[in-house]
């Protein structure tokens, strides 16, 4: 009776059994608080001179970072994402002398002191910007985050083995094979979760779960013969 409550048990739990071998899956996750903000600031112009769109959306471009540096933003943490310049959908299905042009590009502010968010925000507010387009909080993984969360995947696998060992009155034995959720040939999947906290009034994430699963296949033997 133990035994079929056991495999139930197994069943319920994801677990599989081959012959002579138990077949289990572990999760592990290391987590950190994020260490730095990115800001993405957009611009635009529009007109039918190309030249000075351009020369304009420069302008602006160049006062914002002067902004930015300022207020004690690095000028290497001030890029331009992207820049892109196009003609206007709506002119060119019209018989029009002229052509009208779009002008736009971004500019991604990284702040590495979080508490000074506000402040980040007061300087995209008064600089000549037509948006925010995004805020993140992030985290850089080292590889030893990596590391870390593996080792804690394989730890919670074993112990889910041992207890269903012990449940159908079984022991384990050698590791048969250990794999990677999501490798087979291709990169790892590497799952990162953030939750919300509140700073100086503002939502932000507490920090970044870098979470890894592993499969083991582990050898079953007979309690009563060990």
Known sequence: MRIFLAIIFMVLSGVNLRAGTIVVQGEGHVHHPPSYVLLDLSFREEGQNAGMI????????DAAVLAFER?????KHIKTRRF???LDQNFQAKPVKKPRYIAETMLSIRQNDINQLGLLLDVAA????????KLNFAHDATQEDHDLALSHAVKSALRKARVLAKAAGQTL????????????GHRP?????MEAFSVQGFVA??????????ILEIEMMDGAAQ
């Open 189 to 193: 999947v590497t799952f990162q979760r």
């Open 173 to 184: 034995g050698d590791i048969q094979l250990i794999q990677e959720e999501g490798t087979g």
């Open 71 to 75: 207020n004690g933003i690095p000028k």
């Open 126 to 133: 008064i600089t000549d910007v037509n948006g925010i387009s």
């Open 205 to 214: 994430p507490t920090g970044v779960t870098i979470s890894k699963t592993v």
């Open 54 to 61: 351009l020369s304009a959306l420069r302008s602006r471009v």
């Open 84 to 86: 892109n310049v196009y």
